[in-house]
């Protein structure tokens, strides 16, 4: 049965329910057409392909022609799930007109349900700007990769009272913006308990505690594709890193050994085609 396509008011449906809510990052059409039949309800085509896909040291490299060729494919593949295109660094800090073009094209060009931008007070008026438009808005703050920098590195947020209370006046002026969704990431479970509790958006989380509305996992992390590092809060659910390698061992030992191809992977000459076949060879000897 083909599920019915998940929209915004869904998403506040199953947050008035108390029914969390699942939601993976993916950045291709095969992983997609996965994420979409194991009944997926959003994905998120991040940034974080600069590192998974493109073997960048951050997400900082990420442009906005990589974002939307990624986010086409993905809208392919998952055609009922909530996608969410991510704004890539200096996609939107210039201005609000900038803003407002970048993620007026997720949409024109990617057919995005929403897009993510990081960042809390700061980015208010760049929130604002996009509602405006027309355009569902995804609040991201916490530990936000675009502006690790200034963070320290990529290191958890809101340990501290002084911290945790930046990250409260955060979500609430992401709420006061207008943005629909929020999204925390590396904070205490117990910040993201009441966080959740106050906002009248659905808020999730990514190493933020089991209180939120639903989780998110970069899906490269979960199923052990990405071998660089894996984050304290990621489960992996398989390790199709180490099944991949084995059969790529497979496959070469396989030729090395002359046992593939096999006869049953061979195309034979027609039958009837033998003697023709064999005089015209002929003619090249």
Not at 66 to 79: F, K, L, N, S, W
Not at 84 to 89: R, S, T
Not at 146 to 175: F, M, N, W
Request: aromatic share 8%; hydrophobic share 40%; glycine share 8%.
């Amino acid at each position: 049965m083909t599920r019915k396509k998940i929209s915004i008011n869904d998403l506040y449906t199953k947050k008035a329910a108390g029914e969390k809510v699942s939601w993976l990052t993916c950045y291709d059409f095969p992983t997609a057409q996965f994420q979409e039949a194991a009944g997926i309800e959003m994905i998120l085509v991040g940034d974080s392909m600069g590192m998974c896909v493109y073997g960048y040291e951050s997400t900082v490299p990420v442009t906005m022609d990589q974002c939307i060729v990624h986010t086409e494919a993905v809208r392919r593949g998952a055609p009922t799930a909530f996608v969410i295109g991510d704004m890539p660094f200096m996609s939107y800090q210039e201005s609000d007109q900038v803003a407002v073009a970048n993620a007026g094209r997720f949409l024109k060009e990617a057919y995005v349900d929403a897009i993510k931008l990081e960042g809390g007070v700061r980015t208010v008026s760049r929130i604002k700007a996009i509602v405006d438009a027309g355009i569902v808005v995804c609040g991201h703050i916490g530990l936000t990769p675009q502006s690790s920098g200034q963070l320290g590195g990529h290191k958890a947020q809101g340990r501290t009272t002084e911290s945790a209370e930046l990250v409260i006046k955060d979500a609430l002026a992401i709420q006061q913006a207008g943005a629909h969704l929020l999204l925390l990431e590396a904070i205490p479970p117990e910040l993201s308990a009441f966080i959740t509790k106050k906002l009248d958006i659905p808020v999730y989380g990514i190493g933020a505690g089991i209180e939120t509305d639903g989780q998110l996992l970069i899906v490269s992390d979960m199923i052990g594709q990405f071998q660089a590092f894996t984050p304290k809060f990621v489960r992996k659910y398989c390790d199709v890193g180490e099944i991949i390698t084995q059969a790529f061992r497979a496959y070469r030992e396989d030729v090395k050994k002359e046992t593939f191809p096999a006869d049953e992977h061979c195309y034979h000459i027609l039958e009837g085609e033998e003697k023709r076949f064999s005089e015209m060879l002929d003619k090249f000897n």
